[in-house]
């Protein structure tokens, strides 16, 4: 997963492959809850590895049930209806499917058997409504206080006594607002049916009725078979108990599936974007999303478990669609919306203004920064596309759909043959749903001839370049290329496989099948863990001698063109910015005094406990300096419009603050 403050997506062409989607999050904790509360062990297999499900495990653990790990599938030891914890406080982030079914569940238990619990989650969990919820459960007899804002989290649910339930009328409830009112209602109260069957009556139209028919499919597998009268009125059964199905399995999110729908549409042109782990049979309602794409003009094809998505009319047919059934994806047409061939008008959508963030007021925004004309209201929005393209820094709101969302605008028509990114801002946040979300992105798609950005950090020996390098590429997300590393891993090839430094032709030969791979700051050839010694002194000599052989540095340029991939690259030795990227979009030529130098260095050294003489030091980087200088392939200087810091006296925050200075100043947002 990303952690950068921000992520810059360069301007993508084509979108073609397979992505394996991640678990559903709507049914990942409706079965870990529902696995929590009943009794036995259930073995789910695919769970969803996120933010939101990890607080619901949080809270599962701290109940009292027993959860073990068994490679990929999570055993799950339920309390069987019994508290086995009668006070905790339960902090459930920013996770609206943890936080109202467990208010609900929680409150049920506490009531009838004498416990208290408190609720709480992040600002934004403290600003999404709950009252309806609540209201609903004061009415069966469950304590609830308000901790805060009546009406919103935090909460208190029980107050430590057992209190008799009024199980003998219908519960009633408001739909309206959020379906999971509801489906917190329908997993809670089978715990209270021993005497008599309990009904839920629903106030209003109920929205998002797909997530209710997900819901009550689920409860059937844990044994409680709701009768249902329309969306209206449903009842649980006297006596229903929850019971493991032994093994379940959590299918992939059909929601996150929408963006891959999405680019497939948008550019699936030489080969269709393929989707594993939900396909039409999916009993979720966002699976319906397909149906929107293909009225937009996608081709899909599907089966099983599976989805292939190719572009079909272009540009996408604009529509009018009430998206009652299909929120959550209805967010991703919002983007298709971009390249549409007028108005695209999305009703039914009043629940956005209640999730992560008011996500109808998050869209217009965003979505005016790239140009787009946009008209808003309380339940609808209406996109027309942008007659000119603007580069964008999209705000996310810590909303991972606004996220994945807005990495869609990468896909825009080249503005007037100039290749304008787009800057997704604080890129984490898909770490509620989807925390691979730009590595399966990035797996997919091609970008623009020359779009990925470039930035070289050259200099001499110990200058500092690969400690900087590697700190610019940490905070921009990008990758990472050590070039002083392959010429290194090129001379420990050579002294294992008994070759001659000064052999030429027999050092290219090994230099172009080199197996090199970098992960974090570990370098492996051919497997091998080479990280200690490729940072020897005697490796940095052998590698200064490899490197005169022109032959060798030819057969390493295509090596080192291939580490340019989306979404950037940073590029640190003696001739990136000179001879192997050229046309870097910001070059850095690091130096410092050979004093300076000389001291790093041997300050390096003894830490490490290896004994060390800084005069010796001083004269062997002089000697490597000047051979760099005059040799007669790619000698080291500065390139032309190269930045030049000197960082003598300079720590490595300061001159990554400056570097970082000047990259963006060189960004268009």
Same mark, same amino acid.
């Given at each position: 997963?990303?952690?950068?403050?921000?992520?810059?997506?360069?301007?993508?062409?084509?979108? /073609?492959? =397979?992505?394996?989607?991640?678990?559903?999050? @709507?049914?990942?904790? $409706? +079965?870990? *809850?529902? #696995?929590?509360? &009943?009794? /036995?062990? =259930?073995?789910?297999?695919?769970?969803?590895? @996120?933010?939101?499900? $990890? +607080?619901? *495990?949080? #809270?599962?653990? &701290?109940? /009292?049930?027993?959860?073990?790990?068994?490679?990929?599938?999570?055993?799950?030891?339920?309390?069987?209806?019994?508290?086995?914890?009668?006070?905790?406080?339960?902090?459930?982030?920013?996770?609206?499917?943890?936080?109202?079914?467990?208010?609900?569940?929680?409150?049920?238990?506490?009531?009838?058997?004498?416990?208290?619990?408190?609720?709480?989650?992040?600002?934004?969990?403290?600003?999404?409504?709950?009252?309806?919820?609540?209201?609903?459960?004061?009415?069966?007899?469950?304590?609830?206080?308000?901790?805060?804002?009546?009406?919103?989290?935090?909460?208190?649910?029980?107050?430590?006594?057992?209190?008799?339930?009024?199980?003998?009328?219908?519960?009633?409830?408001?739909?309206?607002?959020?379906?999971?009112?509801?489906?917190?209602?329908?997993?809670?109260?089978?715990?209270?049916?021993?005497?008599?069957?309990?009904?839920?009556?629903?106030?209003?139209?109920?929205?998002?009725?797909?997530?209710?028919?997900?819901?009550?499919?689920?409860?059937?597998?844990?044994?409680?078979?709701?009768?249902?009268?329309?969306?209206?009125?449903?009842?649980?059964?006297?006596?229903?108990?929850?019971?493991?199905?032994?093994?379940?399995?959590?299918?992939?999110?059909?929601?996150?599936?929408?963006?891959?729908?999405?680019?497939?549409?948008?550019?699936?042109?030489?080969?269709?974007?393929?989707?594993?782990?939900?396909?039409?049979?999916?009993?979720?309602?966002?699976?319906?999303?397909?149906?929107?794409?293909?009225?937009?003009?996608?081709?899909?094809?599907?089966?099983?478990?599976?989805?292939?998505?190719?572009?079909?009319?272009?540009?996408?047919?604009?529509?009018?669609?009430?998206?009652?059934?299909?929120?959550?994806?209805?967010?991703?047409?919002?983007?298709?919306?971009?390249?549409?061939?007028?108005?695209?008008?999305?009703?039914?959508?009043?629940?956005?203004?209640?999730?992560?963030?008011?996500?109808?007021?998050?869209?217009?925004?965003?979505?005016?920064?790239?140009?787009?004309?946009?008209?808003?209201?309380?339940?609808?929005?209406?996109?027309?596309?942008?007659?000119?393209?603007?580069?964008?820094?999209?705000?996310?709101?810590?909303?991972?759909?606004?996220?994945?969302?807005?990495?869609?605008?990468?896909?825009?028509?080249?503005?007037?043959?100039?290749?304008?990114?787009?800057?997704?801002?604080?890129?984490?946040?898909?770490?509620?749903?989807?925390?691979?979300?730009?590595?399966?992105?990035?797996?997919?798609?091609?970008?623009?001839?020359?779009?990925?950005?470039?930035?070289?950090?050259?200099?001499?020996?110990?200058?500092?370049?690969?400690?900087?390098?590697?700190?610019?590429?940490?905070?921009?997300?990008?990758?990472?290329?050590?070039?002083?590393?392959?010429?290194?891993?090129?001379?420990?090839?050579?002294?294992?496989?008994?070759?001659?430094?000064?052999?030429?032709?027999?050092?290219?030969?090994?230099?172009?099948?080199?197996?090199?791979?970098?992960?974090?700051?570990?370098?492996?050839?051919?497997?091998?863990?080479?990280?200690?010694?490729?940072?020897?002194?005697?490796?940095?000599?052998?590698?200064?001698?490899?490197?005169?052989?022109?032959?060798?540095?030819?057969?390493?340029?295509?090596?080192?063109?291939?580490?340019?991939?989306?979404?950037?690259?940073?590029?640190?030795?003696?001739?990136?910015?000179?001879?192997?990227?050229?046309?870097?979009?910001?070059?850095?030529?690091?130096?410092?005094?050979?004093?300076?130098?000389?001291?790093?260095?041997?300050?390096?050294?003894?830490?490490?406990?290896?004994?060390?003489?800084?005069?010796?030091?001083?004269?062997?980087?002089?000697?490597?300096?000047?051979?760099?200088?005059?040799?007669?392939?790619?000698?080291?200087?500065?390139?032309?419009?190269?930045?030049?810091?000197?960082?003598?006296?300079?720590?490595?925050?300061?001159?990554?603050?400056?570097?970082?200075?000047?990259?963006?100043?060189?960004?268009?947002?």
């Amino acid at each position: 997963m990303y952690s950068t403050a921000f992520l810059d997506l360069p301007p993508l062409v084509r979108a /073609g492959g =397979t992505v394996r989607l991640p678990g559903s999050k @709507s049914i990942s904790n $409706r +079965v870990l *809850l529902l #696995a929590g509360l &009943a009794e /036995g062990t =259930t073995a789910v297999h695919d769970l969803l590895d @996120s933010d939101d499900t $990890r +607080v619901m *495990l949080d #809270a599962l653990a &701290a109940l /009292g049930c027993q959860l073990v790990r068994q490679g990929e599938v999570l055993q799950v030891t339920g309390i069987g209806g019994r508290l086995r914890t009668r006070e905790a406080a339960l902090f459930l982030g920013n996770a609206g499917t943890a936080m109202r079914p467990l208010t609900a569940a929680l409150a049920v238990l506490a009531a009838t058997q004498g416990g208290a619990f408190e609720l709480s989650g992040v600002p934004r969990m403290h600003e999404r409504p709950i009252g309806d919820l609540v209201d609903a459960l004061r009415q069966l007899g469950c304590p609830v206080a308000d901790l805060g804002r009546a009406g919103y989290p935090p909460l208190r649910v029980g107050d430590g006594a057992s209190h008799a339930l009024n199980t003998d009328a219908p519960i009633r409830v408001r739909g309206d607002v959020s379906s999971q009112f509801l489906t917190a209602l329908l997993l809670a109260l089978p715990l209270v049916t021993q005497e008599r069957a309990v009904t839920i009556e629903v106030d209003g139209e109920l929205i998002s009725k797909p997530y209710i028919d997900i819901t009550l499919r689920l409860l059937e597998r844990f044994g409680i078979a709701v009768q249902r009268e329309q969306y209206a009125r449903f009842v649980i059964p006297q006596g229903s108990r929850y019971q493991s199905p032994g093994s379940i399995h959590v299918e992939g999110d059909a929601s996150s599936a929408s963006y891959f729908v999405a680019m497939g549409a948008i550019a699936g042109t030489d080969a269709p974007v393929r989707i594993e782990g939900v396909g039409l049979d999916s009993i979720q309602g966002d699976i319906r999303f397909v149906d929107a794409a293909r009225a937009m003009g996608a081709q899909v094809d599907g089966g099983p478990g599976w989805l292939e998505v190719r572009r079909g009319a272009w540009p996408l047919k604009a529509l009018t669609l009430d998206c009652n059934h299909i929120p959550d994806a209805a967010m991703t047409l919002a983007m298709m919306a971009l390249y549409a061939d007028g108005p695209t008008r999305l009703s039914g959508i009043a629940s956005w203004r209640v999730k992560e963030t008011d996500r109808i007021a998050a869209m217009a925004a965003e979505l005016r920064k790239l140009g787009a004309t946009v008209v808003d209201g309380a339940d609808f929005i209406e996109v027309s596309p942008p007659r000119r393209w603007q580069a964008a820094a999209l705000h996310t709101y810590d909303d991972h759909r606004m996220a994945m969302c807005g990495s869609l605008a990468a896909f825009h028509p080249l503005a007037g043959g100039a290749a304008l990114p787009v800057r997704i801002v604080d890129p984490r946040c898909v770490g509620k749903t989807f925390p691979d979300y730009f590595e399966a992105l990035f797996d997919l798609v091609t970008p623009a001839p020359g779009g990925v950005p470039v930035l070289t950090v050259d200099g001499p020996t110990a200058s500092g370049k690969g400690t900087l390098a590697a700190e610019l590429a940490h905070k921009l997300g990008y990758h990472l290329l050590d070039s002083g590393a392959l010429y290194r891993a090129t001379a420990l090839a050579a002294q294992d496989a008994g070759i001659s430094l000064e052999d030429e032709p027999a050092l290219a030969a090994l230099a172009a099948r080199l197996e090199v791979h970098f992960t974090g700051h570990q370098v492996f050839l051919a497997g091998r863990d080479i990280t200690d010694p490729l940072r020897l002194e005697s490796t940095g000599g052998m590698a200064s001698r490899v490197s005169v052989h022109p032959a060798v540095r030819k057969a390493l340029h295509g090596l080192q063109l291939s580490f340019r991939r989306a979404p950037g690259l940073v590029a640190d030795g003696r001739d990136m910015g000179t001879v192997v990227f050229p046309e870097a979009d910001l070059k850095v030529f690091l130096t410092a005094s050979a004093d300076a130098r000389a001291e790093r260095r041997y300050k390096q050294l003894i830490s490490k406990g290896n004994s060390a003489n800084i005069d010796s030091l001083r004269a062997d980087l002089q000697m490597r300096d000047e051979r760099d200088k005059n040799r007669a392939v790619a000698p080291l200087k500065p390139a032309e419009d190269a930045m030049l810091l000197d960082n003598s006296s300079l720590s490595v925050e300061s001159s990554v603050e400056q570097v970082m200075g000047w990259w963006q100043q060189r960004r268009p947002f």
